[in-house]
């Protein structure tokens, strides 16, 4: 017998052919096969996706909200990294 | 990392909220606002699946297949409701079982509402009608609440809602359309449940202690008082178009106030049946701990057949 919870799985899905898959949640379920089960009649009751992917939470690694400034930062600085920085004469076309 | 004092992290916190920055489950967060959170929102879950229970009852008795389909849909809607709530309580930090053992032991409440009996068919109508309602009424604003997956969860249970409130309402067009007894059980329904309905708002602000600082926090947007009025404002000409009349000799529009009056509300019920003594209480709460006790043994064996396998494959 096994006191054990099911584990937590993060569901991902795929809104139409073209599109990414995208975090839409979580739910609990004992195997991979019973939460792809469970997250089509949790997430998918509306015609909301055409595939699913589910991953055992353990394994999701984050990034640590306390190093948001030291990660994301350095990039808001370079602003030569987007095309609006650049002066082109006028009459330049398709450019 | 700087170590921050907790003044510091608080003010930055409420900085964050004031901006309308949503907070994320590993963000620093004042331990009052977790437990706040926590408590609110395992309330919420409770209450979609408790909720399932007065109309799951009436599932094998839908007057045609139509009905039963909807009926089952609707039902099966509120139980996805309570696992998106409970799966974002969880990014708190909070145990789903231990908030299911809450339930049971009575620790924790969910809606007063569900506490009532659904005893006609017309009951069935008046719950999608005034009970989803007043929910809607409820979960729209929280759609905007500073917590992130509370809130996304809010904006996934309104778009499912909105037919909840009309497949009841349709029905009860039905019922006001037929015989003079389907009418008079439509009416029945109504004075049953409109007081109750009122009572799903909560407490009034003056009674209502957490209010202000849920407020602050953007966990709440509105005050009881005012979702109460606003739905007050919204029901009444949707009653007038089934000719059904309120339950309340003091109604009246105030063109001052640009608001419908209405007499106050008996308190002592309220508190009577959230603290346990409503029609239904026991009935509710005996139904859930069954249904998990009884279905211990399937969860047990999904699981250990589960591990089972794995361990075959590693092998
Ligand atoms: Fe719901
Ligand atoms: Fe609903």
């Known amino acids: 017998m096994s006191n054990r919870e099911w584990p937590l799985w993060e569901v991902f899905i795929r809104s139409k052919q073209g599109l990414n898959h995208k975090h839409v949640g979580s739910l609990r379920a004992p195997d991979a096969t019973l939460a792809l089960e469970n997250a089509r009649d949790v997430y998918t009751r509306r015609s909301e996706g055409i595939s699913i992917w589910v991953v055992e939470s353990n394994y999701v690694h984050a990034s640590d909200p306390s190093d948001a400034d030291s990660l994301f930062e350095p990039s808001d600085t370079k602003v030569y990294r987007h095309p609006t920085f650049y002066d082109v004469p006028d009459g330049v076309k398709h450019m | ?122 009951d069935i109508g008046t719950i999608g009608w005034l009970v989803d309602g007043a929910a809607i009424m409820n979960q729209v604003a929280l759609c905007r609440c500073s917590y992130g997956p509370y809130a996304r969860g809010m904006v996934k249970i309104c778009k499912e809602e909105s037919f909840h409130q009309r497949q009841g309402y349709e029905s009860l067009v039905t019922l006001c359309n037929g015989t003079p007894a389907q009418k008079a059980m439509a009416q029945d329904a109504m004075n049953r449940f409109w007081w109750p309905a009122l009572m799903m708002f909560g407490p009034s602000d003056a009674d209502s202690p957490h209010s202000a600082q849920s407020m602050k926090w953007k966990i709440k947007r509105f005050s009881n008082d005012e979702l109460r009025q606003s739905f007050v404002d919204a029901t009444v000409p949707q009653a007038e178009i089934l000719g059904l009349t309120i339950p309340d000799p003091n109604l009246k529009w105030n063109e001052e106030r640009g608001h419908y009056d209405f007499s106050p509300i008996n308190w002592d019920e309220f508190w009577q049946v959230v603290n346990g003594n409503g029609p239904c209480n026991k009935e509710r709460i005996d139904a859930r701990k069954k249904a998990k006790e009884n279905g211990m043994w399937v969860r047990e064996a999904a699981m250990a057949y589960a591990e089972k396998r794995a361990m075959k494959k590693t092998a």
Not at chain 2, 6 to 14: A, G, I, N, P
């Open chain 2, 1 to 122: 990392m700087k170590t921050l004092d907790l003044q510091e992290l608080e003010k930055r916190f409420q900085e964050k909220v004031d901006k309308e920055i949503k907070i994320e489950p590993n963000d620093w967060m004042p331990d009052e606002y977790r437990k706040t959170l926590i408590r609110q929102i395992s309330q919420h879950a409770h209450s979609e699946i408790v909720g399932m229970l007065p109309e799951g009852n009436w599932i094998t008795r839908a007057p045609n297949l139509r009905r039963k389909a909807v009926l089952l849909a609707k039902v099966q809607d509120e139980a996805g409701h309570g696992l998106y709530l409970y799966s974002s309580v969880e990014t708190l930090g909070a145990d789903r079982e231990a908030t299911m053992d809450d339930l049971h032991s009575g620790k924790a409440k969910y809606s007063s509402i569900f506490n009532y009996p659904a005893v006609t068919w017309a």
